[in-house]
């Protein structure tokens, strides 16, 4: 049978002048491609707040995809916010510190994107920089202007990981639309990805179970089907 995929989703608050204010659960409808692409059967999970909710939930999947988003709530890390944060969910960051909990219980496979990695980073005591422009030194474009799936900067993949694997070669050009990054990479993972100006595109735990990329494969796969391979992983990993 084809695994079933939960993508966690991300919420949207009307300001449309109709219903403002109300709340919309959702996902790009890429990630959802991309699961159905590798054999897999795409969820979306909504954000729900009962412990044992989230523990059903995870029963009914085989594995689990954290999507991009808002901000993580800086105090998850120990922070004040700075002017430089964007706009945060913090019952949406309070679920998925909890399905990671709970998903590493139940041993089912984990991958991060964009957001989805950050969050993954701080629930297991890791940092993050609030925007880039704290950085002390000089970045690439990590917000690119130019199209999804076009190519942006490109990206070292440390040799050895399962990221590199999965890839294959020594670099990759990835598309970028993050202004948050790692600082601190928490303990039991590694960095098996790092753009040329030292920032953090990735990262994986020693079990080889949890897999974080800051950029969006799943909006790549059209042009650059190689980036299936991340969610061939994932699919492979939930069988
Ligand atoms: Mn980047």
């Not at 979306?44 to 999507?67: H, K, T």
């Amino acid at each position: 049978m084809s695994p079933f995929i939960g993508i966690t989703a991300s919420v949207l608050v009307r300001n449309d002048g109709w219903l403002t204010g109300g709340e919309r659960v959702y996902v790009n409808r890429d990630y959802i491609e991309a699961i159905i692409e590798v054999g897999g059967v795409p969820l979306i999970l909504p954000e729900v707040a009962d412990y044992n909710a989230v523990e059903q939930q995870v029963r009914l999947v085989d594995g689990l995809v954290f999507s991009g988003g808002y901000d993580v709530d800086p105090e998850y890390y120990g922070e004040q916010p700075l002017p430089e944060l964007g706009p945060v969910f913090p019952q949406r960051d309070q679920y998925e510190v909890t399905l990671l909990e709970i998903a590493g219980r139940h041993k089912k496979p984990v991958l991060g994107i964009c957001r989805g990695l950050q969050i993954i980073n701080v629930a297991f005591g890791g940092t993050l920089y609030q925007d880039l422009s704290l950085v002390n030194k000089p970045i690439v474009q990590h917000e690119q202007n130019s199209k999804k799936d076009v190519r942006g900067h490109s990206v070292r993949l440390a040799a050895g990981t399962v990221l590199s694997d999965i890839l294959g070669g020594a670099e990759v050009r990835t598309n970028s639309f993050h202004h948050q990054a790692i600082k601190g990479v928490a303990t039991g993972f590694t960095v098996n990805a790092e753009a040329q100006d030292g920032v953090v595109e990735g990262i994986e735990n020693s079990a080889g179970t949890i897999l974080g990329v800051q950029w969006h494969p799943e909006m790549m796969i059209g042009k650059f089907p190689a980036m299936l391979g991340i969610f061939r992983w994932l699919v492979a990993k939930a069988q």
